[in-house]
T-cell receptor, first 113, second 110 residues
Framework: GAGVSQSPRYKVAKRGQDVALRCDPI?????LFWYQQALGQGPEFLTY????????KSGLPSDRFFAERPEGSVSTLKIQRTQQEDSAVYLC???????????FGPGTRLTVT | RKEVEQDPGPFNVPEGATVAFNCTYS??????FFWYRQDCRKEPKLLMS?????NEDGRFTAQLNRASQYISLLIRDSKLSDSATYLC???????????WGAGTKLIIKP
């Protein structure tokens, strides 16, 4: 079946622009995670949804970062007024249930110039 | 101290050799442990979960040592296709939030 998909795959933004990154999880997966991965590092947790509820947003680095999953399926990560330090790969993962194996999308590579 | 620590490598290993990585974690309450594999510019993919009793999947063996708080991954008869970064992953007490190591880079040479 279809895996996790993310769009766009690549995004170049000028500093100060807003960006929106989309994640389509595996159908039926309750849990959805967003991660940020810098070059040479492991993924860093950003936020977690169980269905449409955002249960944990402790990893969001600033109030410029906002995530939503209004209908419990597709999720959007929005970054306002992008800064150069926001340049990274943003990974989305979904799992059937909380604590289950996480399946990752291909990521969105964001470059802020 | 990082919550999950790995030797970044790279480990340069001849094809057919056996290679082992360790990973240490700081949270003694962690319950779930995983090894993920990540190829260059690709997403992480689950290689194997790590169980208390240790587990084996083909050429791959994972071990957990709770007393010393480390997990290990052993790869036997290494193949060129094993070249990748291997990420050690540990859950937080919440049981959903995963803490990732920075990864160990493995290069298998012909």
């Amino acid at each position: 079946g279809a895996g996790v998909s993310q769009s766009p795959r690549y995004k170049v933004a000028k500093r100060g622009q807003d960006v929106a990154l989309r994640c389509d999880p595996i159908s039926g997966h309750v849990s959805l995670f967003w991660y940020q991965q810098a070059l040479g590092q492991g993924p860093e947790f950003l936020t977690y949804f169980q269905n449409e509820a955002q249960l944990d947003k402790s990893g969001l680095p600033s109030d410029r970062f906002f995530a939503e999953r209004p209908e419990g399926s597709v999720s959007t990560l929005k970054i306002q007024r992008t800064q150069q330090e926001d340049s990274a790969v943003y990974l989305c993962a979904s799992s059937l249930n909380r604590g289950g194996e996480q399946y990752f999308g291909p990521g969105t590579r964001l470059t802020v110039t | 101290r990082k919550e999950v620590e790995q030797d970044p490598g790279p480990f340069n290993v001849p094809e057919g050799a056996t290679v082992a990585f360790n990973c240490t974690y700081s949270n003694s309450a962690s319950q779930s442990f995983f090894w993920y594999r990540q190829d260059c510019r690709k997403e992480p993919k689950l290689l194997m979960s790590v169980y208390s009793s240790g587990n084996e999947d083909g050429r791959f063996t994972a071990q957990l040592n709770r007393a010393s708080q480390y997990i290990s991954l052993l790869i036997r008869d290494s193949k060129l296709s094993d070249s990748a970064t291997y990420l050690c992953v540990v859950n937080k007490e919440s049981n959903y939030q995963l803490i990732w190591g920075a990864g160990t880079k493995l290069i298998i040479k012909p």
